[in-house]
Structure formats: C-alpha cells, structure tokens
C-alpha cells in the first residue's frame, strides 16, 4: 500500500517502442552532438495585417523570454535570428541614436579607417561597399517590419513565418527532451489568456490529452468490469457474503501488483494499462474454484477445498503465467510490460486465493 502514491502514467511514445533501438539511439546522439532538443511545442500568432502581427510577435518573444528565465522552458528557436521583435530593435535603436550623437558617422568612418591602417590591412573597395552598408544600418530611424524577411531567401524563415495566411511560430523545446504535466498545463493556461490569436499544439499536448483520455476510460472499463462480475458471482452463489468473499482476493491481488510496479518504479504506459481489466476478469477466477469446490465438497472444510482444488487451480495460473509472462522476452517494452504486469497481478491473486480466501471462508462461515 505504501507504494501506490508512487505509481505514474508514461506518456512517452518511446516507453512502448523498442527497448534498444537503433534508430531511437542515433537520433539521441544527434541531437547531443548538435546541441538539438527534442519534442517541441509550437506557438502560433496571427493577425489580420502585418503590423498587428508583429505586434503579436513581440508578445509572443515577450512571454517565451519570461518562461526561459523561469526555467520553465530550456530553448526556443524563432524568427529572432532573421528579425528581432520590435521592442528589442526599439533598443538598439536608441543605443545606435547615442553612438552616433556622440561620435558621428563621419567620425565613425575615420577610426575604422586608421585602425586598418594601424593594423597592416590594405585599403580597398571592398571596405567602401562595407562602410555603406554600415552607414545604411545606423541610418535606419523605425524598427522594420515583416517586408524584410520576406525578401529573403532562406526557405528556414518559412518554419517561423507565413506572408499568406499572417502567422509567426515559436517552438519551445524542455530540459531533456521531456515534457512533464506542471509545464504544458502552465503554458496552456498562459497561452490561453493571451488571447484568441494565439495557439500552442505540438506531440506532448497530444499525448498529454490521450493520457488523461485512456486513463479515464480505463478507469471506466475497469468499474462496469467489476460491476458485472460481482453480479455474475452473486448469481452464481446466491449470497452478498460469498460474492465479496471471492472477490477480496481479486482486490488483495490487484493492490499487490500495483503495490509492486510502484516497488520497481514501472510506469504505466498506453499498453499495460489494458492489463487492469484484464486481471479483474482472469484473477477472480482462482477464488471462485476455492469457494465453489468448498460448497460442492461433503467436508465442509476450506482447508481440504485447497487441497483437493488447489493443484487445478495453481495449473490454471500457471499455464495464464505461461502465455502472459512469455510477453516479457518481447523488445517492444508497451508489450513487454504487459506481460510483467499480468504476470505480478496473476502470481498475487493465486496466492490471495490459495492462503487468505480459506482463511475469510473459515472465520465468517463457521
């Protein structure tokens, strides 16, 4: 019981892929190697012209550099590096202002020219064409807008900004490459107050949703699972006393195995999570052996219903071990924890069935 609070959902599509894949390995050491995150979380902005939409875009810059400096976030690729937002060239733009109230173009253009000269470097044409764009930058009065970039041939600027239907995008990348709940359910609620024009989608919230979803219905399957047995055993022995009987080993069990994925440290995922209606209809069947041999058998001893039960009964848990547990030596871990999960929770049914079911049969009907 200790253990349960320790139990967890993984919602990471690689929990159910192959233990050791190839692919999964490389793409790891590639994205190391070229300092690259993964899973990332697109934001979008729109507007109706292109001064609101870079308008957007500040708000947009604004807010992933806030979630930067909280840590809530570890990178974030953008339009940045091919047009800052206009909050950051308002800037440098009065930094440049000062620079040229107090030095001067002209003044500008001396010092770099005696500093080539001071340092050996030719004097040429080439160095004219870059005075003039140097004096075209500095003469810049107004943040640009979104006409820049799009003279631009860079079709990267295309995963960030799109001049037909007047959208940025930003993608946010975690520490890791792992999203957990706390961080999609902040940004959600963040970007959700931002207003309509803006957006975030991406794989994790996916998963995220689909998380939430399986595990509600499965929750669900497992309540009409219990529901009809305890009906199907009720009419089968006619009392509620017996009914609960057979199944408080079902649960006793059923709590074992979560009490050892919790020991272990195995998590759910979108596969094993089928394994708990699974065992709610295979674990109730060891104690309904025991009762019903204890009301067929002219003894009228719980005792002697194990030993003269017991043996079909450990050869049925043994054979559902035999074709569940052979799930483990599968590469695909979704499949190969199934079969672990099945195989614990089976295990602990038996033997709630073979040593605690006779003990409850004999206290409460004698």
Known sequence: MAQLPNIRFDNNPEAIGPKKSKVMIMEKEVAESFGKQKNPLMISASA????????????????IGKWREKGTIASHSSLRPFLPPPSRQREVLSAIKGIKDSIGINEMEKVFINA?????????????????????????????????????NDKKIGYFYNGEKLKVAAYLYPGNGIWDDAAITLLQEEIKGMGKDFSITGAP??????????????????????????????????????????????FIGFTLALGFMGMTGMKFNYINIGAITLLFGIGVDYGVYIMQDYLESRQGSAEASVKHAGKTVIMCAMTTIAGFGS???????????LGIVITAGVAACLLCALFFLPALIHYFEK
């Open 48 to 63: 109706e012209d292109r001064e609101g939409l870079m308008k957007r875009y500040d708000e947009l810059e604004t807010i």
């Open 205 to 250: 919230i996916m998963f995220a949703g689909l998380k939430d979803s399986i595990i509600r219905e499965s929750i669900a399957a497992a309540a009409i699972a219990c529901i009809l047995i305890f009906f199907i055993i009720y009419m089968q022995f006619k009392t509620l006393r017996r009914a609960v009987l057979v199944l408080i080993p079902l």
């Open 327 to 337: 799930l483990m030596t599968m590469e695909y871990q979704g499949m190969a924890t």
């Open 116 to 152: 080539l000269k001071e340092n050996g470097f030719a004097i040429d044409g080439r160095y004219a064409t870059y005075i003039k764009t140097i004096r075209n930058a500095i003469g810049i009065s107004k943040p640009i807008g979104l006409e820049a970039v799009e003279n631009i």
